[in-house]
């Protein structure tokens, strides 16, 4: 039964009014929380939530049922850098027959003994979009050391969105609280996400606190109080993670059933078994992979005459790729028309993979949808069907025992490889003939980024004269194939020199057509550098080239995974000739490190005699996925990275 039906059933239901019981400290600040200067459990915090409440609960208004979200923070700003929190902004959910109503919004600015209220005036209301408003204001009389207190209730129609609680944010918190009073009949799944543990964890039952007249039983409430103390601020990293909803501590809530006083139970969640027979039959969906006649009919009949399907499914994918634009679009609901993007030559990603998917079964291949989340987007729940979770599809296909996952949206992107955006662990496989199930997505192992360099001196002309060879693989090519078309030869050395050092200049440069695919490319320059030898003494960093100047690992503490997307190899070859009338003075010391079972691995070597200096360097970071347990480790082992490449010397000295 739709939820709009269920609010005109419970017009005349008398419900006993379930209130929060929120006690009112609204405007009251201690002597401690006005003397605070820096919060001792993290001294690096701009701002620190010194309170934090929410109470969700039902209640009757103007005969309708509602849910009510009550809310109250109090925030310290330490320093000035703290001042971005001061600006506040509060969704609202609606739609075009109902919407969320803020109610009692009330805000103060404390600096010691003074108070400055926020005015009404000094409130807007913004449009977002067609299903979303949001009330802004920022606090007044801001200033170092200012408290900074908002309360407001919403009143809200949304009973399957109930909304959870968020206890880590970007600001570490000494108290947060949520509490919830639900009535049994309405049944809500709930997840607690993050690696933080909750000091309150209390469910208690309420008897017969919910009753609907004309019916004689009484339903029971559920009475739930979750709390954290302490709750250190979750520091997102800039690289190398998934999306930060997979790993803040939270509790979220999805409505799954509603049990009517009359024994009639409505469902919300469904099961698997409702979700494929709901896609199947779903004209965006299920009847857009039932085109096959339409394929054969309008593309070139060689696509289906190779024999070997490995060769033909790769013909078809080439194809595909080469005929649609991606509109960058992403999501799997909305309207999805294979034909018109066909046509238009032009899809968002369903349409286009959902066109690749009609084409391999026109050829007697094996292809289903696959459903998954991007990588900015977050995991999907495995426990039960959320679709929101997912915003992204591609086509998995069987042959010959071989699984090959296919997304055909980006041009540079081999066949059998996805695009780093879709590289988020698993996804759920829609084969419509048979039952869905989960499958586990596999990067590409091949991805390397190989430099090898041959550098003489010409100690008449002060100038260095060198051979550059560049190799990479998989993820590496992709990205160079696509930056090498997107510019012009000239734009692309110019960037390239500029990259390295104002004294070196590229004299020549070749990709020979034999070493290129899409997987693969190798790059060669020749080049010189000038006023390499000045004086007696003269120090050279063989790393003219580097692939991490800085650390990205900086977190003094990460309590989420680290996630690269695919493995990754670097290496790194330079043979140097030792410059005429010098000798090799010193060379930097050789060092090997690693972390546990050999995730990451290091190993840095040079070498010397009379004529040559050799330097090798190789990092293997062999598996995608780093847990938080071993970050020290691997902040410890890229120090040496960035050290290496920054600071190593060899050292000429003139005989």
């Given at each position: 039964?739709?939820?709009?039906?269920?609010?005109?059933?419970?017009?005349?239901?008398?419900?006993?009014?379930?209130?929060?019981?929120?006690?009112?400290?609204?405007?009251?600040?201690?002597?401690?929380?006005?003397?605070?200067?820096?919060?001792?459990?993290?001294?690096?915090?701009?701002?620190?939530?010194?309170?934090?409440?929410?109470?969700?609960?039902?209640?009757?208004?103007?005969?309708?049922?509602?849910?009510?979200?009550?809310?109250?923070?109090?925030?310290?700003?330490?320093?000035?850098?703290?001042?971005?929190?001061?600006?506040?902004?509060?969704?609202?959910?609606?739609?075009?027959?109902?919407?969320?109503?803020?109610?009692?919004?009330?805000?103060?600015?404390?600096?010691?003994?003074?108070?400055?209220?926020?005015?009404?005036?000094?409130?807007?209301?913004?449009?977002?979009?067609?299903?979303?408003?949001?009330?802004?204001?920022?606090?007044?009389?801001?200033?170092?050391?200012?408290?900074?207190?908002?309360?407001?209730?919403?009143?809200?129609?949304?009973?399957?969105?109930?909304?959870?609680?968020?206890?880590?944010s970007d600001i570490p918190k000494i108290?947060?609280?949520?509490?919830?009073?639900?009535?049994?009949?309405?049944?809500?799944?709930?997840?607690?996400?993050?690696?933080?543990?909750?000091?309150?964890?209390?469910?208690?039952?309420?008897?017969?606190?919910?009753?609907?007249?004309?019916?004689?039983?009484?339903?029971?409430c559920e009475i739930l109080k979750y709390?954290?103390?302490?709750?250190?601020?979750?520091?997102?990293?800039?690289?190398?993670?998934?999306?930060?909803?997979?790993?803040?501590?939270?509790?979220?809530?999805?409505?799954?059933?509603?049990?009517?006083?009359?024994?009639?139970?409505?469902?919300?969640?469904?099961?698997?078994?409702?979700?494929?027979?709901?896609?199947?039959?779903?004209?965006?969906?299920?009847?857009?992979?039932?085109?096959?006649?339409?394929?054969?009919?309008?593309?070139?009949?060689?696509?289906?005459?190779?024999?070997?399907?490995?060769?033909?499914?790769?013909?078809?994918?080439?194809?595909?790729?080469?005929?649609?634009?991606?509109?960058?679009?992403?999501?799997?609901?909305?309207?999805?028309?294979?034909?018109?993007?066909?046509?238009?030559?032009?899809?968002?990603?369903?349409?286009?993979?959902?066109?690749l998917i009609n084409l391999l079964n026109?050829?007697?291949?094996?292809?289903?949808?696959?459903?998954?989340?991007?990588?900015?987007?977050?995991?999907?729940?495995?426990?039960?069907?959320?679709?929101?979770?997912?915003?992204?599809?591609?086509?998995?296909?069987?042959?010959?025992?071989?699984?090959?996952?296919?997304?055909?949206?980006?041009?540079?992107?081999?066949?059998?490889?996805?695009?780093?955006?879709?590289?988020?662990?698993?996804?759920?496989?829609?084969?419509?003939?048979?039952?869905?199930?989960?499958?586990?997505?596999?990067?590409?192992?091949?991805?390397?980024?190989?430099?090898?360099?041959?550098?003489?001196?010409?100690?008449?002309?002060?100038?260095?004269?060198?051979?550059?060879?560049?190799?990479?693989?998989?993820?590496?090519?992709?990205?160079?194939?696509?930056?090498?078309?997107?510019?012009?030869?000239?734009?692309?050395?110019?960037?390239?020199?500029?990259?390295?050092?104002?004294?070196?200049?590229?004299?020549?440069?070749?990709?020979?057509?034999?070493?290129?695919?899409?997987?693969?490319?190798?790059?060669?320059?020749?080049?010189?550098?000038?006023?390499?030898?000045?004086?007696?003494?003269?120090?050279?960093?063989?790393?003219?080239?580097?692939?991490?100047?800085?650390?990205?690992?900086?977190?003094?503490?990460?309590?989420?995974?680290?996630?690269?997307?695919?493995?990754?190899?670097?290496?790194?070859?330079?043979?140097?000739?030792?410059?005429?009338?010098?000798?090799?003075?010193?060379?930097?010391?050789?060092?090997?490190?690693?972390?546990?079972?050999?995730?990451?691995?290091?190993?840095?070597?040079?070498?010397?005699?009379?004529?040559?200096?050799?330097?090798?360097?190789?990092?293997?970071?062999?598996?995608?996925?780093?847990?938080?347990?071993?970050?020290?480790?691997?902040?410890?082992?890229?120090?040496?990275?960035?050290?290496?490449?920054?600071?190593?010397?060899?050292?000429?000295?003139?005989?």
């Amino acid at each position: 039964m739709p939820i709009q039906s269920i609010f005109l059933l419970l017009f005349l239901f008398s419900v006993s009014n379930i209130q929060s019981q929120q006690p009112d400290t609204f405007g009251k600040v201690t002597p401690e929380e006005i003397a605070m200067t820096v919060y001792s459990k993290d001294s690096t915090a701009n701002a620190v939530v010194l309170y934090e409440r929410g109470d969700n609960y039902f209640e009757v208004i103007n005969r309708y049922i509602r849910v009510v979200k009550e809310y109250h923070v109090k925030i310290k700003i330490l320093n000035e850098k703290g001042y971005d929190h001061a600006s506040i902004s509060i969704p609202l959910r609606r739609s075009e027959k109902s919407s969320e109503k803020l109610k009692e919004l009330k805000a103060v600015t404390h600096n010691g003994k003074n108070k400055t209220v926020v005015l009404s005036s000094q409130m807007y209301t913004k449009d977002i979009h067609k299903f979303q408003t949001e009330r802004t204001f920022t606090f007044p009389n801001l200033k170092k050391g200012s408290i900074l207190e908002y309360k407001y209730k919403i009143i809200s129609p949304y009973f399957y969105h109930f909304k959870g609680w968020s206890f880590q944010s970007d600001i570490p918190k000494i108290y947060s609280e949520f509490n919830a009073k639900i009535p049994g009949n309405y049944i809500y799944n709930r997840a607690m996400t993050g690696s933080l543990v909750l000091d309150i964890n209390d469910a208690t039952v309420k008897k017969n606190c919910f009753h609907v007249d004309g019916y004689p039983q009484s339903a029971d409430c559920e009475i739930l109080k979750y709390a954290m103390r302490d709750i250190p601020a979750f520091k997102v990293a800039e690289e190398y993670m998934l999306a930060p909803s997979n790993y803040i501590s939270r509790v979220d809530f999805e409505l799954s059933k509603y049990r009517r006083f009359d024994g009639v139970t409505d469902k919300y969640t469904n099961s698997w078994e409702d979700v494929d027979k709901e896609f199947r039959a779903d004209k965006n969906i299920g009847k857009q992979l039932i085109k096959k006649g339409f394929f054969e009919n309008h593309v070139p009949e060689s696509l289906f005459a190779e024999k070997d399907e490995l060769i033909r499914a790769k013909s078809i994918y080439a194809f595909v790729q080469s005929h649609y634009t991606w509109t960058e679009k992403y999501g799997i609901y909305g309207k999805a028309r294979v034909k018109e993007a066909f046509d238009q030559g032009k899809g968002n990603v369903s349409e286009i993979n959902m066109s690749l998917i009609n084409l391999l079964n026109a050829a007697g291949l094996k292809a289903n949808l696959m459903l998954l989340s991007t990588r900015k987007m977050g995991l999907p729940k495995k426990t039960h069907p959320v679709m929101s979770d997912f915003n992204y599809s591609i086509a998995k296909l069987d042959i010959n025992g071989q699984t090959y996952l296919l997304d055909a949206t980006d041009k540079y992107i081999a066949f059998g490889t996805l695009p780093f955006r879709a590289l988020n662990y698993y996804g759920r496989v829609m084969d419509f003939k048979n039952d869905s199930y989960w499958y586990d997505i596999k990067a590409d192992d091949s991805s390397l980024h190989q430099i090898r360099m041959q550098l003489s001196f010409d100690v008449e002309e002060n100038k260095a004269f060198g051979k550059l060879d560049i190799i990479n693989q998989g993820y590496n090519a992709f990205y160079i194939n696509e930056k090498i078309d997107n510019q012009n030869k000239d734009t692309y050395l110019e960037s390239f020199e500029e990259d390295i050092e104002s004294d070196f200049s590229i004299l020549s440069y070749e990709r020979k057509p034999e070493l290129q695919d899409d997987k693969n490319t190798s790059e060669r320059f020749e080049f010189e550098i000038e006023n390499t030898l000045n004086g007696d003494m003269v120090y050279f960093n063989p790393f003219l080239i580097r692939f991490f100047e800085e650390n990205p690992f900086t977190l003094e503490k990460r309590t989420y995974p680290v996630d690269f997307g695919y493995p990754r190899k670097y290496k790194y070859q330079m043979a140097i000739e030792v410059p005429e009338g010098y000798i090799v003075k010193e060379i930097p010391k050789s060092i090997n490190v690693k972390t546990g079972e050999e995730s990451i691995v290091m190993k840095f070597q040079g070498q010397a005699s009379q004529k040559n200096v050799i330097i090798t360097f190789i990092l293997d970071l062999n598996t995608p996925h780093i847990p938080a347990d071993d970050y020290d480790n691997l902040k410890e082992v890229f120090r040496h990275v960035t050290d290496i490449q920054n600071n190593s010397l060899i050292i000429f000295e003139k005989i």
